[in-house]
């Protein structure tokens, strides 16, 4: 049977309610300790694998597309798409680990809608998701499956904060430490049981994560680090995105107190207490991007989407072409 098998994996952004830097590595990387919660926007991932003549891992053949209003410039030149990166190295780790036959080849349509360069996590969350669909065809195809604790190291291998949208995917919860590598799923409890609603603003510039954690490294010893900490914002990191993208200044002065940053940048975020509040927060953004003469590439109010990568088409059989 030569018709491709095909299934589809959701691919949510994040936002870091809480992001402490605890300090700088011997490696270059930094110790955090940085609450994160999956929200409405979605990147999705469609892939189908096709029976090929079998070849090396290492000569997979994966042909990646992308779509969606947030393929930009920058997400296309990428050198190699942090999706096609995962799916490799699923490939390639099973084939170590089992000897598994690669007598396929790959397709994956990424539609990206989760602005890049913003601190939501997408190339993160869509490496994510491309290793969870192409996992369920592999084992489809194959009958070969890696265990889920290899997958997730797997992923920490292509980035720090990739594992969070596998290890929380039934929740969409969790505190990551270490790298950010390191996660505790969290599940809704009492008073956080309800999902939670934010105003969302995305500028229209990004910040460049190796940039605002090296404007960090300049700017922090360890009082540096103590005297953040102590500051009214929630991220350790909003003067090192302030220094690299300055234009973020006049967001946090129009925008008020109430907003904070999600990881490196440029998404701000403000938590709303109710439907009204959320509606009166993105007003006063809407006004907010008026006042500055400046167009946001998102804004609008979204709320816990309440899982991680997701799984929403299982493997089937498709008639042959695109579906
Ligand atoms: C800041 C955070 C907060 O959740 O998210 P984003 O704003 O990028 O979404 C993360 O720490 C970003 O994680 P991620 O985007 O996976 O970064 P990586 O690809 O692992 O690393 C990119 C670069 O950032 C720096 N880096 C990253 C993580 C970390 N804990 N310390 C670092 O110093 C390193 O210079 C590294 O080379
Ligand atoms: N699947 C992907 N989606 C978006 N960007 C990607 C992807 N793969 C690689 N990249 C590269 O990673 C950069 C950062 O992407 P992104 O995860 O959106 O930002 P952030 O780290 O701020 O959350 C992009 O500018 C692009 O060069």
Same mark, same amino acid.
């Given at each position: 049977?030569?018709?491709?098998?095909?299934?589809?994996?959701?691919?949510?952004?994040k936002l870091?309610t809480?992001?402490?830097?605890?300090?700088?590595?011997?490696?270059?990387?930094?110790?955090?300790?940085?609450s994160m919660v999956c929200i409405?926007?979605?990147?999705?991932?469609?892939?189908?694998? !096709?029976?090929?003549?079998? +070849?090396?891992?290492?000569?997979?053949?994966?042909?990646?597309?992308?779509?969606?209003?947030?393929?930009?410039?920058?997400?296309?030149?990428?050198?190699?798409?942090?999706?096609? !990166?995962?799916?490799?190295?699923?490939?390639?780790?099973?084939? +170590?680990?089992?000897?598994?036959?690669?007598?396929?080849?790959?397709?994956?349509?990424?539609?990206?809608? /989760?602005?890049?360069?913003?601190?939501?996590?997408?190339?993160?969350?869509?490496?994510?998701?491309?290793?969870?669909?192409?996992?369920?065809?592999?084992?489809?195809?194959?009958?070969?499956?890696?265990?889920?604790?290899?997958?997730?190291?797997?992923?920490?291998?292509?980035?720090?904060?990739? /594992?969070?949208?596998?290890?929380?995917?039934?929740?969409g919860r969790g505190?990551?430490?270490? +790298?950010?590598?390191?996660?505790?799923?969290?599940?809704?409890?009492?008073?956080?049981?309800?999902r939670g609603?934010?105003?969302?603003?995305?500028?229209?510039?990004?910040?460049?994560?190796?940039?605002?954690?090296?404007?960090?490294?300049?700017?922090?010893?360890?009082?540096? /680090?103590?005297?953040?900490?102590?500051?009214?914002?929630?991220?350790?990191?909003?003067?090192?995105?302030?220094?690299?993208?300055?234009?973020?200044?006049?967001?946090?002065?129009?925008?008020?107190?109430?907003?904070?940053?999600?990881?490196?940048?440029?998404?701000?975020?403000? !938590?709303?207490?109710?439907?009204?509040?959320?509606?009166?927060?993105?007003?006063?953004? !809407?006004?907010?991007?008026?006042?500055?003469?400046?167009?946001?590439?998102?804004?609008?109010?979204?709320?816990e989407c309440?899982?991680?990568?997701?799984?929403?088409?299982?493997?089937?059989?498709?008639?042959?072409?695109?579906?």
């Amino acid at each position: 049977m030569n018709a491709p098998l095909v299934a589809t994996a959701l691919a949510p952004a994040k936002l870091n309610t809480t992001l402490r830097v605890l300090g700088r590595r011997a490696d270059g990387f930094h110790e955090l300790d940085t609450s994160m919660v999956c929200i409405g926007p979605c990147d999705v991932v469609e892939a189908r694998l !096709r029976p090929a003549p079998p +070849r090396p891992a290492h000569d997979l053949v994966v042909r990646l597309a992308l779509e969606g209003s947030a393929a930009t410039d920058d997400v296309r030149a990428a050198p190699q798409n942090l999706a096609e !990166r995962a799916a490799r190295a699923y490939v390639e780790a099973l084939e +170590r680990r089992t000897g598994l036959c690669v007598d396929f080849a790959l397709e994956l349509d990424l539609v990206k809608n /989760v602005p890049s360069r913003a601190g939501l996590g997408g190339a993160s969350s869509d490496a994510a998701a491309a290793l969870l669909v192409v996992r369920d065809l592999v084992l489809v195809h194959s009958g070969q499956v890696l265990a889920w604790a290899d997958c997730l190291d797997e992923l920490a291998e292509l980035g720090s904060d990739t /594992v969070f949208f596998a290890a929380a995917r039934f929740t969409g919860r969790g505190r990551a430490t270490g +790298r950010g590598e390191r996660v505790e799923v969290l599940s809704r409890t009492g008073v956080e049981r309800e999902r939670g609603r934010f105003a969302l603003v995305v500028p229209d510039v990004g910040c460049s994560t190796p940039s605002v954690y090296a404007a960090f490294a300049l700017g922090s010893g360890p009082a540096a /680090v103590g005297a953040l900490a102590a500051s009214s914002f929630a991220n350790d990191l909003v003067d090192a995105a302030r220094a690299v993208e300055p234009v973020l200044d006049e967001w946090f002065e129009a925008l008020g107190p109430r907003f904070d940053l999600s990881g490196s940048g440029s998404a701000l975020f403000a !938590r709303a207490t109710d439907a009204d509040d959320a509606a009166e927060l993105v007003d006063q953004a !809407r006004r907010a991007a008026e006042r500055l003469g400046r167009t946001p590439r998102w804004c609008g109010v979204t709320t816990e989407c309440g899982h991680g990568v997701r799984l929403v088409r299982a493997p089937r059989r498709s008639s042959g072409g695109r579906p």
